[in-house]
C-alpha cells in the first residue's frame, strides 16, 4: 500500500513564526503536491513538484515556499505565518506519465493548522 | 479551463437508503474522474476513478460511479447506505498531462440518520 505520511497532525504556531509542514511518501513517486483545504472552497493546489529540486506554482501560492531536496520528502513552508493560513493542509503524491493511472493521487491525514 | 461542479453542499439520507452524489466536470477531452471520500480530521481516500472503457466503475465499501459524456456526469451510486459512510465526498478531474494536477470539487458533506 502506498503511504503517505506528514509530520504533525495539529500544529498552533504563532503569528510571524516560520512554520515547516513536512511529507513523505515511500512508493518512489515522481509528483508531489501541496494543498489547503478550507469549508466551501475544496481542496485548493498550493505547489507542485515533479522532480527533486523542480516545483510549480498551483493556484495559490502566495505566502508559502516549498522545498524537495530528496525524492521521499516535500516540505511546505509558511515564511512568516498569519492568521489567514489557518487551514488544514493535505499533502499528496502520484507517479507521472501520461497513463490513465498515473493521475491517481494518493493523500496523507493532513495537518490542521493553527495560527494565533 | 477545467472545472468540477458538486452542486450539493449537504445531504442527509436514512440508513439503509440508496445514495446518489452529484458531479459535474467542464472539460474538452475525456477526462480521467475520481471520486475521493474524507472521514473527519482524515486524509482523502480514492473511492474509486475513470480513465476508459466501461462508463460503470465500481469502487471500495460498494461504491460505483457512471460517466455519462454527453451529461458530462460521473454520479456517485450506493444502493444501501450504513452509518459509516457519513464523511465528505470530493469528485476530481484530471487530464493525463505529465504532472498529473487534479481539479478537485467543492466537496459534498453526507450526513446518515438512523
Known amino acids: 500500500d502506498v503511504k503517505v505520511t506528514q509530520s504533525s497532525r495539529y500544529l498552533v504556531k504563532r503569528t510571524g513564526e516560520k512554520v515547516f509542514l513536512e511529507c513523505v511518501q515511500d512508493?518512489?513517486?515522481?509528483?508531489m503536491f501541496w494543498y489547503r483545504q478550507d469549508p466551501g472552497l475544496g481542496l485548493r493546489l498550493i505547489y507542485f513538484?515533479?522532480?527533486?529540486?523542480?516545483?510549480e506554482k498551483g493556484d495559490i501560492p502566495e505566502g508559502y515556499s516549498v522545498s524537495r531536496e530528496k525524492k521521499e520528502r516535500f516540505s511546505l513552508i509558511l515564511e512568516s505565518a498569519s492568521t489567514n493560513q489557518t487551514s488544514m493542509y493535505l499533502c499528496?503524491?502520484?507517479?507521472?506519465?501520461?497513463?490513465?493511472?498515473?493521475?491517481?493521487?494518493?493523500f496523507g491525514p493532513g495537518t490542521r493548522l493553527t495560527v494565533l | 479551463a477545467q472545472s468540477v461542479t458538486q452542486p450539493d453542499i449537504h445531504i442527509t439520507v436514512s440508513e439503509g437508503a440508496s445514495l446518489e452524489l452529484r458531479c459535474n466536470y467542464s472539460?474538452?477531452?475525456?477526462?480521467?474522474l475520481f471520486w475521493y471520500v474524507q472521514s473527519p480530521g482524515q486524509g482523502l481516500q480514492l473511492l474509486l476513478k475513470?480513465?476508459?472503457?466501461?462508463?460503470l466503475v465500481q469502487g471500495i465499501k460498494g461504491f460505483e460511479a457512471e460517466f455519462k459524456r454527453s451529461q458530462s456526469s460521473f454520479n456517485l451510486r450506493k444502493p444501501s447506505v450504513h452509518w459509516s459512510d457519513a464523511a465528505e465526498y470530493f469528485c476530481?478531474?484530471?487530464?493525463?498531462?505529465?504532472?498529473?494536477?487534479?481539479?478537485f470539487g467543492t466537496g459534498t458533506l453526507l450526513a446518515v440518520q438512523p
Open positions: 472539460y474538452g477531452a475525456t477526462p480521467y
Open positions: 476530481a478531474v484530471g487530464h493525463g498531462g505529465a504532472t498529473n494536477k487534479l481539479i
Open positions: 499528496a503524491s502520484s507517479w507521472a506519465g501520461t497513463s490513465g493511472d498515473t493521475d491517481t493521487q494518493y
Open positions: 513538484s515533479y522532480d527533486v529540486k523542480m516545483k
Open positions: 475513470y480513465f476508459s472503457g466501461d462508463t
Open positions: 512508493m518512489d513517486h515522481e509528483n
